[in-house]
């Protein structure tokens, strides 16, 4: 089984390790691997939060399992992985509610990737991918809790919109939209390999 460490030694300048953001397959490896990384921050974040525990394991499980991404494939969905120095840190997936609209999800950078300009970059591949998909607006939710999602959002210009909800997630206190405004970018065949500077938080949730 693929293992993404959450302590990867990542070089202090991106020059030298630029950040790149490509198409995965939902069940791949990596694809799985971060997708319980993901999975197991924001549930402890919660539990720990409201309970004072870390998850379950059984519950942990179930709930990795339950949920394995396969919405996330085209033509109506995209799963895309980031890398940083050509090792895999984040996610981000993209899936059509209608035919103008996408939802935005599972926007996550291990701890030790945060704050090198690879969020802002994530999510701007993922309102692309959407376009690619035909939407013209995007939507997402987030917790509460997750201050740092919600700023990163904000700073990149999507609006929040409060209740209705677009979705019944039970755990969601947040919803944002965003226009998409223009024309997918063109990218190479492995996607996009685009270098940043260093800056903007990791989303945790969405």
Request: no cysteine; charged share 20%.
């Amino acid at each position: 089984m693929t293992r993404v460490t959450t302590t990867p030694v990542i070089p202090p300048d991106p020059a030298t390790a630029p950040w790149s953001v490509a198409p995965e397959p939902f069940d791949s490896p990596t694809a799985r691997a971060l997708w319980r990384a993901y999975y197991t921050e924001v549930s402890d974040r919660w539990y720990l939060l409201h309970e004072g525990r870390h998850t379950e394991p059984a519950e942990l499980e179930r709930g990795i399992a339950a949920r394995d991404g396969a919405e996330l494939t085209p033509p109506s969905g995209r799963l895309l992985v980031a890398r940083y120095g050509g090792e895999p840190v984040g996610t981000a997936g993209v899936r059509l509610l209608d035919t103008a609209t996408a939802e935005l999800t599972r926007v996550f950078l291990v701890p030790a990737a945060r704050g090198r300009g690879g969020a802002a970059l994530l999510v701007a591949a993922a309102e692309d991918a959407a376009r690619g998909l035909g939407a013209t607006r995007a939507v997402l939710d987030t917790r509460a809790d997750l201050v740092e999602a919600r700023a990163l959002y904000a700073r990149l210009g999507w609006t929040e919109t409060g209740p209705p909800p677009h979705n019944d997630d039970p755990y969601a206190d947040h919803w944002f939209t965003k226009r998409l405004g223009g024309a997918a970018l063109p990218t190479a065949p492995g996607g996009p390999a685009v270098p940043t500077a260093p800056g903007g938080p990791a989303a945790g949730h969405g």
